[in-house]
């Protein structure tokens, strides 16, 4: 994980997740990002990729 200012205050969990969201990143999203801002498409095999892992609902309280 690349440490950022942030970083000191995440707890394990939190660590784990952005630690996930770069690999997905690294491996999943820019391999396909040039292909598809040229052809102007929608990503949903990426977005399918990230949901598996439980990174779309981050930001929603769990109640």
């Not at 950022?4 to 997905?24: A, K």
């Not at 990143?25 to 892992?53: C, G, H, W, Y």
């Amino acid at each position: 994980m690349n440490p950022t200012p942030l970083t000191p205050l995440l707890d394990e969990s939190s660590l784990r997740y952005v630690s996930l969201g770069e690999e997905l990143a690294r491996t999943v999203l820019a391999p396909k990002a040039a292909s598809v801002d040229a052809e102007a498409t929608f990503p949903r095999d990426s977005v399918a990729a990230l949901a598996e892992q439980g990174l779309l609902g981050l930001c929603l309280p769990r109640e």
